[in-house]
């Protein structure tokens, strides 16, 4: 299931019908950001999450690959990867060849990568494990997100969260509060007859340079942005070559204009799509994260030097990992657990959690060595200053991710 199918998935999961409607009534656009981020500039040095929702399962043995395991090079003869083709973290482990930027993260101490993660009796349906990540309620399907139920205790402010995109997913719905759905509309350019209000005058009053620095913010957003000024909405935020990260840099641009222009935003989603590799996963997957590399990459580089810069943290999981044994058409089917990135200048980087065995299977699969709730507390604590226990219905003791 990729982005651009999220209407169904909302659909699916029961979400659709009551408070995710609530969409339509949360969009915000760029220039009411830029106005926000004038009148009432997020603080620097307060954290920042990115969240991003890697869409239709990824194969995570094929992304953080054990290499130098026998049974995973038994497993895929036709799929693995060897030791000289991974870019090496370890003498057992190493990243897939796409992930450059990644590697360049890890050897700097900015990666954290989060091993065996998953919840109890794993579900392989695309749509139910979805909502179970979004929803963090295994046993008991509900109706709010736990970053929906984050914003019910942080306030009603929809720019205090923002998912790029028309449709708001399920984990951005609380009971009470919703993220802003924010697409780069091409209001979002100053009207030319407007202009000039970009432009500071020395005899402005407060009021006065208050408009003017509005209309300079949302000026800036803009050029910051063009591909997505242009148009375009759902998971992709505007044609752009996969050089630059296809649709997922188009929406991380737009996520990092937003925070260099001082948005009061805590908390982004954005996604990428297209990971359900049921066959020829070896090529398409290496170009999915080769554009999810390049995504980040663009995105720590339109931050560098800028004084949020180390205020940002980006999570990256999916809805579940692949099966360990490689299908008969060059691809693997839907598994259990995998792994979770996260990232920035905050993370401790390196290796957290128990590196499930690839031998000692369940049913085939993975096992779980890390409930995801665990990571979820980590950032509900230290990321934005919630308590977990509240959020998630439950005791989760957090990771240490942060330092």
Same mark, same amino acid.
């Given at each position: 299931?990729?982005?651009?199918?999220?209407?169904?998935?909302?659909?699916?999961?029961?979400?659709?019908?009551?408070?995710?409607?609530?969409?339509? %009534?949360?969009?915000?656009?760029?220039?009411?950001?830029?106005?926000?981020?004038?009148?009432?500039?997020?603080?620097?040095?307060?954290?920042?999450?990115?969240?991003?929702?890697?869409?239709?399962?990824?194969?995570?043995?094929?992304?953080?690959? =054990?290499?130098?395991?026998?049974?995973?090079?038994?497993?895929? =003869?036709?799929?693995?990867?060897?030791?000289?083709?991974?870019?090496?973290?370890?003498?057992?482990?190493?990243?897939?060849?796409?992930?450059?930027?990644?590697?360049?993260?890890?050897?700097?101490?900015?990666?954290?990568?989060?091993?065996?993660?998953?919840?109890?009796?794993?579900?392989?349906?695309?749509?139910?494990?979805?909502? *179970?990540?979004?929803?963090?309620?295994?046993?008991?399907?509900?109706?709010?997100?736990?970053?929906?139920?984050?914003?019910?205790? %942080?306030?009603?402010?929809?720019?205090?969260?923002?998912?790029?995109?028309?449709?708001?997913?399920?984990? %951005?719905?609380?009971?009470?509060?919703?993220?802003?759905?924010?697409?780069?509309?091409?209001?979002?350019?100053?009207?030319?007859?407007?202009?000039?209000?970009?432009?500071?005058?020395?005899?402005?009053?407060?009021?006065?340079?208050?408009?003017?620095?509005?209309?300079?913010?949302?000026?800036?957003?803009?050029?910051?942005?063009?591909?997505? %000024?242009?148009?375009?909405?759902?998971?992709?935020?505007?044609?752009?070559?996969?050089?630059?990260?296809?649709?997922?840099?188009?929406?991380?641009?737009?996520?990092?204009?937003? *925070?260099?222009?001082?948005?009061?935003?805590?908390?982004?989603?954005?996604?990428?799509?297209?990971?359900?590799?049921?066959?020829?996963?070896?090529?398409?997957?290496?170009?999915?994260?080769?554009?999810?590399?390049?995504?980040?990459?663009?995105?720590?580089?339109?931050?560098?030097?800028?004084?949020?810069?180390?205020?940002?943290?980006?999570?990256?999981?999916?809805?579940?990992?692949?099966?360990?044994?490689?299908?008969?058409?060059?691809?693997?089917?839907?598994?259990?657990?995998?792994?979770?990135?996260?990232?920035?200048?905050?993370?401790?980087?390196?290796?957290?959690?128990?590196?499930?065995?690839?031998?000692?299977?369940?049913?085939?699969?993975?096992?779980?060595?890390?409930?995801?709730?665990?990571?979820?507390?980590?950032?509900?604590?230290?990321?934005?200053?919630?308590?977990?226990?509240?959020?998630?219905?439950?005791?989760?003791?957090?990771?240490?991710?942060?330092?």
């Amino acid at each position: 299931m990729d982005g651009l199918t999220r209407r169904t998935f909302l659909t699916a999961s029961g979400v659709v019908g009551a408070a995710a409607l609530l969409a339509g %009534a949360a969009k915000v656009t760029v220039d009411q950001v830029a106005g926000r981020a004038a009148e009432q500039p997020l603080s620097t040095g307060t954290p920042i999450l990115v969240l991003l929702t890697m869409y239709g399962g990824n194969d995570w043995l094929n992304t953080v690959v =054990p290499y130098a395991d026998p049974a995973y090079q038994a497993a895929r =003869p036709g799929l693995a990867y060897t030791s000289s083709e991974v870019l090496r973290l370890d003498d057992a482990w190493g990243l897939n060849p796409g992930l450059r930027g990644l590697a360049d993260r890890w050897r700097d101490g900015q990666l954290a990568i989060v091993r065996g993660v998953g919840y109890p009796q794993p579900d392989r349906s695309h749509f139910r494990s979805m909502d *179970i990540w979004q929803t963090a309620s295994p046993q008991t399907p509900i109706h709010t997100g736990w970053l929906g139920r984050w914003l019910d205790g %942080a306030g009603a402010d929809p720019m205090l969260a923002l998912s790029i995109g028309s449709v708001l997913p399920p984990l %951005a719905v609380g009971e009470r509060a919703t993220a802003g759905a924010l697409t780069a509309a091409a209001s979002a350019a100053t009207p030319s007859p407007l202009r000039e209000l970009a432009s500071a005058d020395p005899l402005d009053g407060p009021a006065a340079g208050l408009v003017t620095a509005s209309y300079a913010a949302a000026r800036r957003i803009a050029r910051a942005v063009p591909a997505a %000024a242009a148009g375009g909405t759902g998971s992709a935020a505007g044609p752009r070559d996969a050089a630059d990260g296809g649709a997922l840099g188009g929406q991380l641009a737009l996520v990092a204009a937003c *925070i260099a222009a001082g948005a009061p935003t805590r908390a982004y989603a954005v996604s990428a799509g297209g990971f359900d590799t049921h066959a020829d996963e070896r090529a398409t997957q290496q170009s999915l994260l080769t554009q999810v590399d390049a995504a980040l990459t663009a995105f720590a580089g339109a931050l560098a030097g800028h004084p949020r810069q180390a205020d940002v943290v980006v999570l990256a999981y999916s809805e579940f990992g692949r099966r360990v044994r490689a299908n008969g058409s060059e691809g693997t089917d839907h598994g259990t657990a995998g792994d979770v990135l996260v990232l920035g200048e905050r993370v401790r980087g390196g290796w957290h959690g128990e590196a499930p065995s690839l031998t000692a299977l369940v049913d085939g699969d993975l096992a779980v060595t890390t409930d995801f709730r665990t990571v979820y507390a980590a950032v509900l604590r230290d990321v934005l200053g919630a308590d977990p226990d509240r959020v998630l219905g439950g005791s989760f003791a957090p990771l240490a991710l942060f330092a």
